[in-house]
Nanobody, 121 residues
């Protein structure tokens, strides 16, 4: 089995910072993409930031210059540093990884459990 566990969410004032972490564990052979998504109530889940195994990163326009995605491949962990947070960043944040399990036949998609980020004064 493969499990993704997130941490780091919480309540922060506008202009503040948070760092999210997502660690994968289990019978993992290789991880390709590591991404962060977010979802507000009643809205579709949206891609916030993505990171390939080759080091290429992409960001949603709404978070460019404020959020930074990084990864520690040795620890199977992805991070999302969020600075200058705004009320519109309030959402549940989910990590997503494309993982090739040991003895697996191809990459499969796995999701974290989600962590609430609330930006409010």
């Amino acid at each position: 089995q493969v499990q993704l566990v997130e941490s780091g969410g919480g309540l922060v004032q506008p202009g503040g910072s948070l760092r999210l972490s997502c660690a994968a564990s289990g019978r993992i052979f290789s991880i390709n993409a590591m991404d962060w998504y977010r979802q507000e109530p009643g809205k579709q889940r949206e891609l916030v930031a993505s990171s390939t195994s080759g080091g290429v990163t992409r960001y949603a326009d709404s978070v460019k210059g404020r959020f930074t995605i990084s990864r520690d491949n040795a620890k199977n962990t992805v991070y999302l540093q969020m600075n200058n947070l705004k009320p519109e960043d309030t959402a549940v944040y989910y990590c997503n990884m494309n993982i090739w399990k040991i003895f697996g036949k191809n990459y499969a998609e796995y999701w974290g459990q989600g962590t609430q980020v609330t930006v409010s004064s």
